[in-house]
């Protein structure tokens, strides 16, 4: 049936439509960036200027599905449909199903160089490793499905809210702040360079044995096999092969002392990674806690290389909303600028995070958040809220991004991931 025209001069029809082709026309029209009404008004064209219908489509279930075409068109399709001696519904589900076909869902955009991220802060307990997982569990996400995320123009208003309590509380809960799209599908390696092995044991994952290979041995010139063989897969089907672990070993803790004797030992890590990155698209290193050698030649790694546009890669400071932060906040970027200034290299930020996030904590947060938005250079790019999930996540030893895909913190992830591609 046909209901009145809309003040913008389309009128408003009601069908019905089989569950997974609608998901399907959802998923596509989201991957494409185009209106639904707007694939199935060109659905219903190409199928109206056919010589004969197409295919049968099963439309067994099919449940009601609405939206707004040119005026007439509907009309149209009736007709035809008539002709063909098909109902209303197989009609429609051969035009969604002919759209479908015409407009295959994109290639992912691969980067032309492998981004590396370089998650850091030299202060410990700030959320680093919660960070480094989440945003690589939300760029591996699968390109062919549609999750929750709190789009990019929402952020601002987040951070806004964020300074009175109520608004805290809601705003991540706002549903006009959310929408779904479709997973970013990237080829993810996370690599664990810190000691404690945090996110190994997070991922559910081992660390790797003290008188076996590591990636210590690699950057201190003493490898004992091929890095790639320590490489696990996160096995998970949300993320379908494309996000790997290096695990951390301990004898990370002796890192320093192995580089002292390394010549040009800033670019130690670059080296032993060199030889992964042609088998993904982003790299990220969850760093110590540290300010010594290691974060040199992570540092050293996140730097812009030649014919690399600005952004791609750099450091991500992840931080929280209270005083001691922004003491090793301080520290980093000095070391990081006497980097730039040393070595002549163009060492970026990609942004501060404001992680483990509690409005309800009263001045000392919300004034703390304020100083860090007062930055500007770097911005704030992500604010992440202090809730269970991730917590629960840690203690199941799942991605949090598969173990609560709805939550506020996976939203925010994928805003966060959405943020800095």
């Known amino acids: 049936m046909s209901m009145p025209a809309t003040s913008n001069d389309r009128a408003k029809v009601v069908s019905k439509l089989p569950g997974w082709l609608r998901q399907n026309l959802k998923i596509r029209t989201a991957q494409l960036g185009i209106e639904i009404q707007t694939a199935v008004e060109q659905g219903i064209s190409m199928w109206c200027g056919l010589a004969s219908g197409t295919a049968t489509v099963d439309t067994a279930g099919a449940e009601s599905f609405s939206t707004f075409l040119p005026p007439g068109q509907w009309e149209e399709f009736r007709s035809i449909a008539e002709d063909r001696r098909v109902s209303l519904i197989q009609g429609l589900a051969q035009s969604v199903q002919l759209w479908l076909d015409s407009n295959p869902a994109p290639d992912v955009e691969r980067p032309a160089v492998t981004r590396r991220i370089v998650v850091c802060n030299q202060k410990g307990g700030v959320g680093k490793t919660a960070i480094t997982a989440g945003m690589g569990e939300a760029l591996s996400e699968n390109p062919n499905q549609l999750y929750p995320v709190r789009v990019a123009k929402a952020l601002a208003t987040a951070l806004r809210a964020s300074e009175s309590e109520d608004d805290a509380a809601g705003s991540d809960n706002d549903p006009l702040a959310v929408e779904k799209l479709p997973g970013l599908g990237m080829r993810v390696l996370l690599v664990d360079f810190d000691p404690?092995?945090?996110?190994?044991n997070q991922l559910g994952a081992a660390p790797l044995p003290m008188e076996g290979d590591s990636l210590t041995n690699h950057m201190a010139g003493d490898p004992r096999g091929d890095l790639k063989d320590l490489i696990v897969s996160i096995d998970d089907d949300h993320f379908g092969g494309r996000l790997h672990l290096l695990p951390a070993c301990h004898d990370a803790?002796?890192?320093?002392?192995?580089?002292?004797?390394?010549?040009?030992?800033?670019?130690?890590?670059?080296?032993?990674?060199?030889?992964?990155?042609?088998?993904?698209d982003v790299i990220m290193v969850d760093c110590p806690p540290s300010l010594g050698l290691s974060m040199d030649a992570a540092a050293y790694y996140g730097r812009r290389r030649e014919g690399e546009q600005p952004g791609q890669s750099g450091a991500l400071i992840v931080v929280q909303a209270e005083d001691s932060s922004a003491d090793a906040y301080d520290l980093l970027t000095n070391q990081i600028e006497d980097l730039r200034n040393d070595l002549g290299l163009d060492v970026g930020y990609l942004g501060i995070v404001v992680n483990l996030y509690d409005g309800r904590r009263g001045y000392i947060a919300t004034s703390s958040l304020?100083?860090?938005?007062?930055?500007?250079?770097?911005?704030?790019?992500?604010?992440?809220?202090?809730?269970?999930e991730q917590k629960e996540a840690v203690r199941m030893k799942q991605p949090l991004l598969s173990y609560a895909p709805a939550s506020q913190q996976a939203v925010g992830m994928r805003a966060l991931a959405r943020e800095i591609s």
């Open 370 to 388: 304020q100083g860090w938005i007062d930055i500007k250079d770097p911005r704030v790019v992500g604010l992440i809220s202090d809730l269970k």
């Open 196 to 200: 404690q092995c945090h996110l190994t």
């Open 253 to 280: 803790f002796l890192l320093d002392v192995r580089l002292s004797a390394v010549r040009a030992r800033e670019a130690a890590l670059e080296r032993a990674l060199l030889p992964l990155e042609g088998d993904y």
